[in-house]
């Protein structure tokens, strides 16, 4: 779990607006306010960087052309799943994560560390592709 905690302090130093970076790092340092960081970073992708994160218009629930679109930015087969989802707080199969979690609103991201992709879907079914590339 240590490896996972310092794996979300990662997509926030990547992926999370400068002017609210401060307050989920101070949520990030508190394991109690895991769940109100989750919810806070889940909830509202307009603290997510701009020039860092690609919408899917319109989303895709189909996991294998959402593998293919993480795939063409580098990602492996495996990724580390973070919010509303079975495989909240582990590292597993990205192919996996995407048939358990597309299209269905469950707030997650799916981070491919060695490619520094990730995907993301709302609560309202808004989905991105962040990627520092």
Aim: charged share 35%.
């Amino acid at each position: 779990m240590e490896n996972n905690h310092l794996v979300l302090r990662e997509i926030i130093d990547l992926f999370v607006e400068p002017s609210r970076k401060a307050r989920y790092v101070y949520l990030w340092e508190k394991p109690k306010r895991r769940s109100q960081l989750l919810d806070e970073l889940l909830h509202d992708a307009g603290y997510l960087r701009h020039d860092r994160r690609r919408e899917l218009d319109p989303p895709l629930s189909d996991p294998d052309q959402l593998l293919a679109l993480m795939r063409k930015k580098g990602a492996g087969k495996t990724c580390h799943a973070f919010g509303r989802s079975e495989f909240d707080g582990q590292e597993t199969d990205l192919c996996a994560a995407l048939a358990e979690v597309a299209g269905r609103m469950c707030e997650v991201v799916l981070y491919s560390r060695e490619a520094k992709v990730a995907f993301v879907e709302e609560h309202d079914g808004h989905q991105f592709i962040l990627s520092v590339k």
